[in-house]
């Protein structure tokens, strides 16, 4: 059992299901979770952890693995008090969605002995909250970690077993790489169901009784939308941490767009039809 207390900062979807994926596996593990009163009430209900502590210091303090499940500012906020007050021994890591900005401010603050690692689950749902927690949200999927594979740290080692034993895949490169990529397959797919939301709204005439083109949506513009019920509040501060990597993506897709654009009549389309299949195909062999 690679922790015996588990300290978990943010019990929302990533922290609950976090919480719930590890009770599952490893049921003699102790669990203590920080947030909002009435959101602790509702995990420790749902069995995410075991108790509440009313701040970070009391949950973070004994805690082998303390894990930060916070929005990226407030765990850049919070990282001093989690450095003051670790264990020598423990394992600090977090589920931000970009990875340089904490990893910088995290820098020179864990030196008395407990080892900070960033971390990054590429899983989650549209929907937020303890609520839609799930303890297989992380089976089958990547878990970025930012560091070397061959980490010597047995405290590294022992995190990267644990996700395995919740089905994650750990999948290791440094903080900048990782921005960049997530920019990629994960930012930039976000804003693009977004931007056609936007689309949509826009074409739709609410004084039109047909209500079209709404009214003939289907299956495939429900897929692409999916994303577009994420909440802004989840999305600022990815934006506002990784705005280079995530404006080049966002120029990237314009080109494509453009070079589809002119064409829409040229045999050429079937080629980029084709290596679209292929990547489709190859994303499902991976499943």
Not at 173 to 200: E, F, K, M, N, Y
Not at 234 to 240: G, T
């Amino acid at each position: 059992m690679p922790a015996q207390r588990v300290a978990i900062l943010g019990t929302g979807l990533i922290g609950g299901s976090f919480g719930l994926a590890l009770c599952q596996e490893y049921p003699e593990i102790s669990f203590v979770g920080f947030d909002r009163p009435g959101v602790l009430d509702l995990a420790v209900e749902r069995g995410s952890i075991s108790e509440g502590a009313a701040d970070i210091e009391s949950a973070v303090r004994d805690a082998d693995l303390v894990y930060i499940a916070l929005p990226i500012a407030a765990t850049i906020e919070a990282l001093p008090r989690i450095a003051a007050a670790a264990a020598p021994h423990a394992l600090v890591t977090d589920a931000g969605s970009t990875k340089a900005a904490i990893c910088s401010a995290a820098q020179g603050l864990f030196n008395r002995g407990a080892r900070f690692l960033g971390g990054h689950p590429m899983a989650g749902k549209e929907s937020s909250g303890i609520e839609h927690a799930d303890a297989d949200l992380f089976r089958g999927s990547p878990y970025a970690l930012v560091a070397n594979g061959n980490d010597s740290d047995v405290r590294v080692r022992d995190f990267a077993a644990l996700l395995r034993g919740i089905g994650a895949r750990p999948v290791w490169c440094d903080a900048d790489t990782h921005d960049w990529a997530v920019g990629i397959v994960s930012h930039l797919p976000q804003l693009l169901s977004v931007a056609l939301a936007r689309v949509v709204n826009d074409e739709t005439d609410e004084t039109d009784e047909t209500g079209l083109p709404l009214s003939l949506v289907g299956n495939g513009l429900q897929d692409s939308l999916r994303l577009a019920g994420s909440p802004y509040d989840l999305w600022r501060d990815v934006c506002l941490t990784n705005t280079d990597n995530i404006s080049r993506a966002l120029d990237r897709l314009s080109q494509a767009v453009d070079y589809l654009r002119t064409r829409l009549t040229s045999k050429d389309l079937e080629t980029e039809f084709r290596a679209a299949n292929e990547l489709y195909k190859l994303l499902h062999r991976q499943e």
